[in-house]
């Protein structure tokens, strides 16, 4: 009996822990697709003031993740602004004094679905010189039509949209996206795994179950005689 439920509920965890599993590698393949690159909708970004910034900081384990699934990719665009517009990434240290005395939008929130921005704004009256004319930048791309990808790595940064001559009032239809290398053959490997790990859950939970309880053995009936002497 004791060995009987020691079956069944080493059955019911492991279902439970590979039908978790299955979810999970699932839940990748499907949101990264075979490309592996996550991308949200083209949203509108807007601003009335010289740029809008987003924070970055303490980005650390790149190198490890990498050596996993392979250094994951940003991938930023930006269409329909009937100006050029400059989009970049760079130091944060250098970003935050190149925009000294601006005036910006400091991002401080954004969820996707709906799409909502919510920003910080900082007054200033000093007009940068033109973003592209600066070298600190990691990746940048200027155009009315523009993008860039950056492999991400260690450190803090700050995302940056600003009009290409820095003048004020922003406003472009913007798309994000994020290339994990291999998170499409992981997931399909975690889904896998689960879905073998679920079934022999399943297997020794069918055993456990079809298992009778040995019959206790007879006790042997000793029957006594009379001794009779002669």
């Known amino acids: 009996m004791v060995k009987r439920t020691i ?4 059955g019911i965890l492991l279902f439970i822990v590979g039908a978790s599993a299955a979810v999970g590698g699932g839940a990748l393949t499907v949101i990264f697709g075979s490309d592996g690159t996550l991308t949200s909708a083209s949203e509108p970004l807007s601003t009335s003031r010289s740029a809008l910034v987003a924070t970055m900081d303490d980005i650390e384990g790149t190198s490890g993740f990498a050596s996993v699934v392979g250094r994951p990719t940003l991938k930023m665009s930006v269409t329909g602004a009937g100006r050029d517009v400059f989009i970049g990434v760079g ?3 250098a970003v935050e004094q190149y925009l000294t005395g601006s005036s910006i939008d400091r991002i401080t929130d954004l969820e996707v679905d709906p799409f909502k921005l919510k920003t910080a704004p900082r007054d200033g009256s000093a007009r940068p010189a033109a973003p592209a004319s600066q070298t600190f930048w990691t990746a940048h791309a ?11 790595s260690d450190g803090s ?15 472009a239809n913007s798309r994000l996206g994020l290339t994990v290398p291999h998170v499409f053959a992981i997931g399909l490997g975690i889904l896998i795994g689960g879905v073998l ?8 939970f069918i055993v456990a179950i ?18 009779t002497s002669r």
């Open 197 to 204: 790990i679920a079934l022999v859950g399943i297997g020794l």
């Open 157 to 171: 940064y700050r995302l940056v949209v600003m009009n290409a001559d820095a003048s004020p009032s922003v406003n």
């Open 142 to 152: 200027t155009g009315p039509t523009a993008s860039f990808d950056w492999k991400i």
């Open 91 to 93: 130091p944060a240290k």
């Open 210 to 227: 079809r298992m009778r309880r040995q019959p206790r053995s007879a006790t042997p009936v000793t029957t006594a005689y009379p001794v």
């Open 7 to 10: 079956i069944m509920i080493v």
